[in-house]
């Protein structure tokens, strides 16, 4: 591994595992990864059980995969940014596609969540990625920049720094059909430009991390983590196994 930021794995459980099946999971990760200094992990469970699971993290970093883009009030079934820093969340996933799909997240929408998450010093994982159809009308860049451009409107360079970019081409989720290595870097290459557009700085484009996901599994890890601009994995369905999740973290 040649990586300069220290890569980050992180696994998105979905409405998966109950309170005793990730208890055992974390417990079993965390005994296997005590060594690994080279590379960081985030777990994000359902907000039932962050609390009682920040107890036992440790070295593994806890993640919401959700949040409310106000910071408090009459909107009920939500959870606030206040409330998830206070439980022990590190990371909050933002803008995931399935959000985007099922609960009609818009950009205008992701952006505010981001703001609030940033408020309370949470540190989002902002995901991105085009539809099947956009990729065969050649849409791909441009509905990756705008996506960009519409989350992170009106934040500072300091304001993104604090942010990991997932870029999640939704036709690979949870499909079996991942991106190959050379498309999911094309892909990285090109938001590193936009962001270098954005914000006048090569430092913010270089120094951000963005994560590949779709479809990461054991047997394809590897070659994706060789890419130059591939600093990590957002990873679900093959995170809900703990030798899988396990291979993954220790790509090579
Ligand atoms: P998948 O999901 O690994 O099952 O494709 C990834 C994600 O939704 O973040």
């Not at 484009?205 to 047997?219: F, H, V």
Request: with cysteine; hydrophobic share 40%.
């Amino acid at each position: 591994m040649n990586k300069l930021k220290i890569p980050l794995i992180v696994a998105n459980w979905k409405m998966h595992k109950n309170f005793q099946e990730a208890t055992n999971f974390i417990n079993f990760i965390k005994q296997n990864t005590k060594n690994l200094k080279d590379r960081e992990i985030a777990i994000c469970p359902a907000y039932v059980y962050l609390k009682p699971l920040s107890q036992i993290t440790e070295h593994i970093k806890l993640g919401a995969q959700n949040l409310h883009w106000e910071q408090k009030g009459a909107f009920t079934g939500e959870v606030s940014a206040d409330m998830l820093k206070d439980v022990g969340c590190h990371y909050v996933i933002i803008g995931h596609s399935e959000r985007r799909q099922y609960f009609f997240e818009t950009d205008d929408l992701i952006n505010k969540k981001i703001k609030i998450a940033l408020k309370f010093e949470l540190f989002p994982i902002f995901c991105i990625g085009e539809t099947l159809n956009q990729r065969q009308n050649n849409e791909t860049f441009n509905v990756i920049e705008n996506q960009l451009t519409e989350g992170l409107k009106n934040l500072t360079s300091n304001d993104v720094l604090k942010i990991t970019i997932a870029y999640e081409p939704v036709w690979a989720i949870g499909t079996g059909q991942t991106a190959t290595p050379q498309q999911a870097q094309e892909v990285h290459s090109f938001i590193r430009q936009i962001l270098k557009k954005l914000y006048f700085d090569e430092t913010v484009s270089q120094k951000i991390r963005i994560l590949y996901g779709g479809s990461i599994k054991p047997d394809n890890i590897d070659s994706l983590m060789n890419m130059e601009d591939i600093d990590g994995g957002l990873v679900g369905g093959a995170s809900i196994e703990e030798n899988s999740f396990l291979r993954i973290i220790n790509f090579k």
